[in-house]
């Protein structure tokens, strides 16, 4: 099992959360959860559905807010910071549904955030798109629309989207979800291949096998709580929690991806 | 603030024109429901019809629901009203009006379950008829159906629409709310009545409004 | 035969009067082109707010949609041309027309908008939001369009509702072409210019008419298809 560099676990966190909550309406569904990725670190979340996994995630661009705690990036509090869109550009996002624009090219929906938020001239932002695009392999697709492409297509084209803004953390929810059996690899491996770039990530997936091999440290969350936590060996191999313990034998971990 | 109530909301002229303006209530209502029933039929056979027959067959119901679709409600109703005589046809206003938005309504019923029984795949028509049922049969039992709920909300939409049309009658002398309202203005000199024709309406067709949003959700016209 | 032409279709009152009916269509087209903008903004305004309220704001905005929906134009202008002089205000004819359409059509257009806007999924506004869009950018760029071609075949209805609903200025006497062709058919005793307007109405709607039923064929299929979809999802999830 290829582990390519050592995590600098002496580094401050990238991203920390501090015991967070969140109430809907009049249900706790998080309790004070604590969490930290350091830089170019690799973070994987897993969890039964329903357990919180995506509510956390999103407090990380604050796409939610959290009714209690505190959401640290590079150190400083994101809920008191004035210009949520700037955050959004430093915190990538690639949602389970893909959410591709529909009504747009490939390369313009990577290209749009680059001439609206980071106001670059149409051709520079073109270009970079085209860049990015090829980096997650898809440099002769520009022109097709969402619905032309294939699932593991549309999701790298939204893995490029979130990486041309250059940010400095990528979260994934449930990025293979929705696709078919034979196009999650490409995925993966467009995943792979930025964690050997550096790039620092949360990552919210049910592929145990592929979290096994990428992870630095992998989050276990029931029901709105962190059941356990640690690096991959040792979560997988000598889990301590009985609802650890349930909750993996529920995947069969001899089959696997790419 | 005085000189409002006294113009719009004025007791004296209501209570003088209450016993009217309600006989013009049951006259609208009494159209209203005339053109519903009428029009949402003809519309209704006009639809089954265009399936049922051969392409060519199908030209003379075209054109009909696009002319009556094109021009506008009042324009029917005034030509119905001028030009009939000159053709021998003495109508009444009421028959006019009743005439007129019935064959708009029609039109538009028309369109509307055509499309639906069109959007219908060919594979229910395929499957009933493998299965023994005759065309007719499938038409009715198989395909009618589910074409109904997919139009049940546009239809119901513009339905509402054309009966608010019943006001145009007062254009051509149909005693109905605005019109009398109107003569009781010029003969008070006072906005009161029109007061009581807006009010009559909204008690009217708000309901109706209501109503088309629960269809709406309930036979969502969007998935 | 002779009489119907004579009656119907009259060569000499045509030759008469087909100027007047010009300029008559040309300000139907005028009423329609002030009409369909003034009512499409303001509704759009409506619809916006109406996504962004909640609680009362959102009751509020729906009972004063509903209300302009259920209030006919024609009592609409009516009430505002023949009831503002009694207050002393005088208000032209083309004044009581823009705001009382605009007020019954900009109901329509907010009730059209608001559809299809609710119809874009959610996930279009957070990964619009997600790399760092604005609320008006996401808005604008990435809803709007999307929202706009599902409901094109209503916006559609809507401008020609419209443009047939400028016949009711001539109840105010304002000169479009159905009170131009009322007018020559009360000097010339004939209805050939109302015959006329007619046919002139149906010259110009009758493209948009067909167009939309060709739209509206198109969103059937796709509905059905659409219909397909979200039975296999819900199945999808059902098995989880
Ligand atoms: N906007 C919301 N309003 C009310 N309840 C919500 C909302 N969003 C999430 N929830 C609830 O919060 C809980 C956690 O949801 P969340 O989506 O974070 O779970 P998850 O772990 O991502 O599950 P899954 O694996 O199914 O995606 C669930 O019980 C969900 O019903
Ligand atoms: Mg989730």
């Given at each position: 099992m290829p582990i390519v560099y050592k995590p600098e676990y002496t580094m401050a966190a990238l991203l920390k959360l501090d015991n967070v909550s969140k109430t809907f309406g009049d249900r706790e569904v998080l309790h004070g959860v604590s969490l930290e990725v350091a830089p170019k670190e690799v973070v994987f979340l897993v969890g039964p559905s329903g357990s919180g996994k995506s509510t956390l995630l999103r407090f990380c661009n604050l796409l939610e807010h959290p009714s209690s705690g505190a959401v640290l990036f590079e150190g400083a509090d994101i809920l008191k910071q004035k210009n949520v869109n700037a955050l959004r550009q430093s915190v990538g996002m690639v949602f389970q549904s893909f959410n591709l624009y529909p009504h747009m090219t490939a390369l313009w929906n990577v290209a749009i955030a680059l001439r609206l938020?980071?106001?670059?001239?149409a051709r520079e932002a073109r270009e970079i798109a085209h860049h990015f695009l090829a980096e997650v392999g898809l440099a002769h697709r520009g022109s097709a629309y969402p619905a032309e492409l294939s699932g593991g297509q549309q999701q790298r084209v939204a893995i490029a989207r979130a990486l041309a803004l250059k940010p400095k953390l990528m979260l994934f929810d449930e990025p293979t979800s929705a696709l078919d059996p034979e196009l999650v690899g490409s995925v993966l491996d467009v995943i792979r291949k930025m964690r050997h770039e550096g790039m620092t990530m949360l990552i919210v997936s049910h592929e145990m096998q592929f979290a096994r091999e990428a992870a630095d440290k992998v989050v276990f969350l029931d029901q709105g709580r962190v059941v356990e936590a640690g690096a991959p060996a040792a979560l997988f191999g000598n889990p301590q929690q009985q609802r650890t313990i349930e909750f993996l034998s529920r995947f069969s971990l001899a089959g696997s991806h790419g | 603030m005085g000189r409002f109530v006294d113009q719009f909301i004025n007791p004296v002229i209501w209570a003088r024109y209450w016993d009217e303006m309600l006989g013009a209530i049951g006259l609208t209502v009494q159209l209203t429901l005339l053109v519903l029933l009428t029009g949402l039929l003809l519309g209704l056979v006009l639809g089954l019809i265009r399936v049922a027959v051969p392409p060519l067959f199908r030209i003379p119901i075209v054109i009909f629901a696009d002319v009556f679709r094109a021009i506008p409600p009042l324009v029917i109703l005034v030509v119905n009203y001028f030009a009939l005589p000159f053709a021998g046809i003495r109508l009444s206003g009421f028959d006019c009006a009743w005439l007129g938005l019935c064959l708009v309504l029609a039109a538009f019923t028309e369109e509307i379950i055509y499309g639906g029984l069109r959007a219908v795949g060919k594979g229910q028509w395929e499957a009933a008829r493998s299965t023994g049922l005759g065309s007719v049969t499938t038409l009715m039992l198989i395909v009618f159906p589910q074409a109904l709920r997919m139009t049940v909300a546009p239809l119901t939409n513009r339905t509402i629409a054309i009966a608010k049309n019943t006001a145009l009658g007062s254009v051509i002398a149909v005693p109905e709310i605005l019109n009398i309202a109107m003569s009781a203005l010029s003969n008070s000199a006072n906005s009161t009545p029109l007061t009581m024709a807006a009010l009559f309406y909204i008690v009217l067709f708000a309901p109706l409004i209501v109503f088309s949003r629960w269809i709406e959700h309930r036979f969502p016209q969007r998935g | 035969m002779d009489a119907v032409l004579t009656n119907f279709a009259n060569g000499d009152i045509l030759a008469i009067t087909w100027r007047p009916l010009l300029a008559g269509l040309a300000q139907t087209m005028l009423l329609s082109l002030l009409v369909i903008p003034l009512g499409a903004i303001a509704g759009l305004l409506i619809a916006a707010l109406f996504v962004v309220s909640a609680g009362l704001a959102r009751v509020l905005l729906m009972v004063w949609i509903d209300f302009f929906r259920a209030f006919p134009p024609l009592v609409l202008l009516i009430y505002l041309y023949f009831g503002a002089p009694l207050l002393g205000y005088e208000i032209s004819a083309y004044a009581a027309i823009a705001v009382s359409f605009t007020l019954n059509t900009s109901s329509y257009f907010a009730e059209i908008f608001r559809a299809g806007i609710e119809g874009v999924p959610r996930g279009q506004w957070h990964a619009a939001r997600a790399t760092g869009m604005s609320w008006l950018q996401s808005f604008f760029v990435i809803v709007l369009p999307q929202g706009t071609r599902a409901v094109l075949p209503d916006l559609l209805s809507n401008i020609i509702t419209i443009t047939q609903l400028t016949a009711l200025a001539s109840v105010v006497s304002v000169p479009e072409l159905l009170h131009t062709a009322q007018l020559a058919q009360a000097t010339s005793y004939n209805v050939t210019p109302i015959i006329a307007a007619a046919v002139i109405y149906l010259a110009l709607l009758w493209p948009l008419v067909r167009l939309m039923s060709h739209l509206d064929a198109r969103r059937y299929s796709t509905k059905l298809s659409a219909a397909a979809t979200q039975r296999r999802r819900r199945q999808e999830t059902a098995d989880e």
């Open positions: 938020v980071q106001r670059k001239s | - | -």
